[in-house]
């Protein structure tokens, strides 16, 4: 009997609007980054991530599809090694069992930087918190969090060396994580849990901006309540109007004197 493992499903879609402004965006030294999500191990697996940093403080907007309903997919920022991500042709499959492992696909896009959970910690120690990953029965999901990265990891991002991943793949078409073949992280766990779906290496975005949050996607929002593009936006319109009073109140003032 093929066991299922009920771990969230981070499946996103193929692309996204995006906003031309966000909070974090609004501040100066601000930076975005976007990449696009290209299939792993033949997963079918399309998708967007922007991330952008103000300091150590990233906002993490991904969407994407393709990827297993209600099953594990967890995601990660990795870092320090090419930038790149493995071919979708098995030619990176040293070992000859079917799949690009983690281990094979490392030195493309290294080791893990930030677990992209919904919640609490971020670091790699979370790298297979299965409890917090975003799950959506329909396969597709929007994922927004803003929250603190490590030094290491924002100079992965300046340095062009920053990859999204997301792991998890169904490679038997059985509708569950199974097979003979062992993860290469777990070996509790099926290679199918673990094998990375979808690859992305982070670019300077050409607009200072980020996606809007998922819910039209069908499959339920992840967007935290710590700064949402919605937010940004309403919050620089408010700080226009309070600066266009003041000079108009200084006019006043000077046409009186």
Same mark, same amino acid.
């Given at each position: @009997? ?13 692309? +996204? ?7 974090? &965006? ?5 930076? &975005? ?31 994407? &599809? ?32 079917? +799949? ?34 975003? $799950? ?51 070996? &509790? ?12 290496? +982070?670019?300077?975005?050409? @607009?200072?901006? $980020? ?6 996607? !069908? ?25 266009? !009073? ?12």
């Amino acid at each position: @009997m093929r066991k299922a493992y009920a771990l969230p499903a981070v499946a996103i879609a193929a692309a +996204f609007p995006l906003l031309t402004m966000t909070a974090a &965006s609004a501040h100066e030294g601000a930076h &975005s980054y976007q990449a696009s999500l290209g299939s792993v191990n033949a997963s079918g697996v399309t998708g967007t991530g922007m991330v952008t940093l103000d300091g150590n403080t990233a906002t993490v907007m991904i969407e994407a &599809s393709g990827l297993l309903a209600g099953a594990p997919h967890a995601q990660h920022f990795h870092i320090d090694a090419l930038g790149t991500c493995p071919t979708n042709d098995l030619a990176d499959d040293a070992d000859k069992d079917g +799949f690009v492992s983690v281990t094979e696909a490392a030195k493309y896009y290294g080791a893990i930087g930030t677990s992209l959970t919904t919640s609490g910690d971020t670091s790699p120690e979370s790298g297979l918190a299965i409890d917090r990953f975003p $799950a959506a029965e329909s396969g597709s999901i929007s994922y927004e969090r803003t929250f603190e990265v490590t030094d290491d990891v924002h100079a992965a991002f300046e340095a062009g060396t920053a990859v999204l991943v997301l792991h998890g793949v169904d490679k038997d078409g059985s509708g569950a994580y199974d097979g003979d073949v062992k993860s290469d992280l777990d070996p &509790s766990l099926p290679m199918e849990a673990t094998a990375p779906a979808a690859c992305g290496g +982070f670019e300077v975005a050409q @607009m200072g901006a $980020a996606p809007a949050g998922g819910a039209e996607t !069908g499959a339920g929002s992840t967007a935290g309540t710590e700064n949402t593009a919605a937010m940004g936006v309403g919050a620089l319109a408010a700080a226009g109007a309070v600066a266009a !009073g003041a000079v108009a109140y200084r006019r006043r003032q000077a046409d009186q004197a």
